[in-house]
């Protein structure tokens, strides 16, 4: 009698501990650490160009000092872009848009700002205005690998808590909300550009 006990008690354990390892228990937190950790390289990034922004502005502002309002447009930017601060748990579609405005203005005056260097042929040719310059390239597309990992990182979680099995627990134990993803917030970014001759 014992012993059809004891392995009924050791097949319940076992079922349990297997049900545990495959249902999302831990998958569902580690997953949303996995978000939390890419949306901190996201911020990185934006924060790597927000730090060389006032280097590239001294820079220019030996050569081009009448270009005033350029060069201010793109402090005031930065200053708008490193004020939408976002954590994890605040990451809606809402708040993402506008965090996402912010880093589209600052990125277009600094447009505007390498315009304007065009015109100044001894400035594109100051080698720490080069250098700004193609780090200023890179963090561009450091951004955009952060932001494509983030995508898939949210991607990952959000079928976690919504598709069945790891779903139901986190109905049950977790109630996660799926994550908000990046969109689009450039207007016409769905379009592709025209290029004319």
């Known amino acids: ?96 848009k506008k965090f996402e405005e912010a880093q589209g203005a600052l990125r277009s005056a600094l447009g505007r700002l390498l315009v304007v260097s065009e015109n100044y042929p001894q400035l594109r040719a100051n080698e720490n205005f080069r250098d700004l310059q193609t780090q200023l390239e890179g963090t561009e597309n450091r951004i955009a690998i952060a932001r494509r990992r983030y995508i898939e990182t949210v991607q990952e979680y959000n079928n976690l808590v919504t598709v069945p099995p790891t779903s139901w627990t986190n109905s049950l134990m977790y109630k996660k909300a799926p994550k908000a993803q990046f969109a689009a917030t450039t207007p016409g970014a769905e379009q592709a550009p025209k290029v004319k001759f």
């Open 1 to 96: 009698m014992k012993a059809p006990v004891r392995a009924l008690g050791a097949a319940a354990a076992l079922g349990v501990v297997l049900w545990l390892g495959g249902c999302g228990f831990q998958s569902i937190p580690q997953s949303e650490n996995a978000v939390n950790a890419a949306w901190g390289e996201v911020q990185n990034q934006y924060q790597r160009r927000a730090d060389l922004v006032p280097n590239l502005v001294e820079t220019v502002k030996g050569y081009a000092a009448h270009e005033k309002d350029t060069l201010q447009a793109v402090v005031e930017a930065r200053a708008r872009a490193t004020s939408v601060q976002l954590s994890p748990d605040q990451l809606t579609p809402e708040n993402l």
